[in-house]
């Protein structure tokens, strides 16, 4: 009997406390409706070329000084890029504009500012024959790589033929670069539902972030990379000395038109806009008001909105660094001229 009771008792105490205790433990609710989407946890990939296209953005033999790779001026321990004003290439030649992110790029709708390159495999091709970056060329890239037994080995494997081609040199690369994504940032675990994730101060920077409209340039997956824009909008851009899009397009109407950047690790990338106008990202935040909104942006507002940007910081890739096989008596001497 005593038992019998014992038993009713704990029953009744279970059925109690059990949706106290479900509404504890709460399940995070996405924000669907929200003009920024989260990164993807993780990306389809053909590992061996991934290891092979990371090999190739370490390796500065693909230069002709044989002494700057893709990572020096998208060092991936900086954010994917060089915080330069402008890169420093062959001899030490400075170049005509600010470097981007490799960082989610593959989210981009094409590469370079005023996209000249329609995807990753495309824009892998021009930084090596470039006379002010790695000035080599195709045929001796090739060279290069033909001369070294492992590397053919690999492009064996993974293509299938014994002749490297700089084909095959652009899509291992970008292979590579598909897989550079930084996921789980605060906003985007915030996006997922997680309210804790982010700070009133920062979650007010979103909310200005959204009502002053720079979310009608900067949404999606990459806050950015997705639409071209005009630069100056409202205010004539004062620095016209690199047009833009209209290079590409040869319209007026595109003059000064610009890829949207991303602002993801944008924290980390300064400094700002094409031509590196400035290293702070308040003044940066406060241009945009300026020239792109017609809207005054105080000094308050600023720091609310920075506040909100640094929350897009994500996991950085975890990049082990590659060991490169060893050059051979039939690999060409690096070229200093
Ligand atoms: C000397 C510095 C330098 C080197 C070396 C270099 N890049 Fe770049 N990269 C730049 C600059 C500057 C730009 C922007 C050029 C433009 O938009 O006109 C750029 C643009 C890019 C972009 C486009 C990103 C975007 O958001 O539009 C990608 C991707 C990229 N580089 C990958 C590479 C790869 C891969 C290599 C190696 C094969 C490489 N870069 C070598 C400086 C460099
Ligand atoms: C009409 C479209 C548009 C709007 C609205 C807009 N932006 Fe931009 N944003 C751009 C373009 C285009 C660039 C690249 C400009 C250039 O050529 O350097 C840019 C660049 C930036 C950069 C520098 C990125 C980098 O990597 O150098 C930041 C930061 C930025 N925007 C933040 C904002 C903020 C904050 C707002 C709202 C106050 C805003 N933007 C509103 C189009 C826009």
Not at 238 to 252: A, C, H, M, Q, Y
Request: aromatic share 8%.
């Amino acid at each position: 009997m005593t038992n019998k009771i014992t038993i009713h008792l704990a029953m009744l105490a279970f059925l109690v406390t059990m949706p106290v205790f479900a509404s504890k433990v709460s399940i995070p609710t996405p924000r669907k409706n929200e003009p920024i989407q989260p990164i993807p946890l993780g990306v389809e990939a053909h590992t061996a070329k991934v290891e092979l296209g990371k090999m190739l953005f370490f390796d500065p033999r693909l230069s002709k000084s044989g002494f700057i790779s893709c990572n020096s001026c998208h060092n991936l321990a900086t954010g994917g890029s060089d915080n330069l004003p402008t890169s420093i290439g062959h001899k030490w030649q400075l170049g005509p504009i600010n470097s981007p992110t490799v960082l989610n790029a593959r989210f981009n709708l094409a590469q370079f500012w005023d996209g000249r390159a329609k995807d990753l495999k495309e824009q892998a091709g021009g930084p090596i024959e470039n006379p002010k970056e790695m000035a080599s060329n195709h045929e001796l890239t090739d060279e290069v790589l033909s001369s070294i037994s492992q590397y053919v080995e690999l492009f064996r494997d993974i293509y299938g033929d014994d002749d490297i081609d700089i084909e095959e040199i652009k899509d291992a690369i970008a292979a590579f670069e598909d897989t550079l994504i930084t996921p789980n940032s605060r906003f985007d675990l915030w996006l997922k539902g997680h309210d804790e994730a982010l700070t009133a101060k920062e979650l007010e920077g979103y909310q200005l972030f959204k009502n002053k409209g720079c979310v009608g340039c900067h949404n999606g997956v990459a806050v950015g990379g997705n639409s071209f824009q005009k630069l100056g909008i409202v205010k004539p851009y004062p620095n016209d000395k690199i047009l833009g899009r209209f290079n590409v397009t040869g319209k007026e109407s595109d003059k000064m038109v610009f890829k949207v950047p991303t602002l993801r690790n944008i924290e980390l990338t300064a400094p700002y806009f094409h031509d590196a106008r400035t290293w702070d990202l308040a003044e940066a935040v406060k241009l945009m008001g300026e020239y792109e909104l017609g809207q005054d942006i105080s000094d308050e507002e600023a720091d609310k909105i920075v506040a909100f940007l640094k929350t897009l910081t994500g996991e950085q890739p975890r990049i082990v660094y590659p060991v490169l096989p060893p050059s051979t008596a039939a690999t060409p001497k690096p070229d200093r001229s």
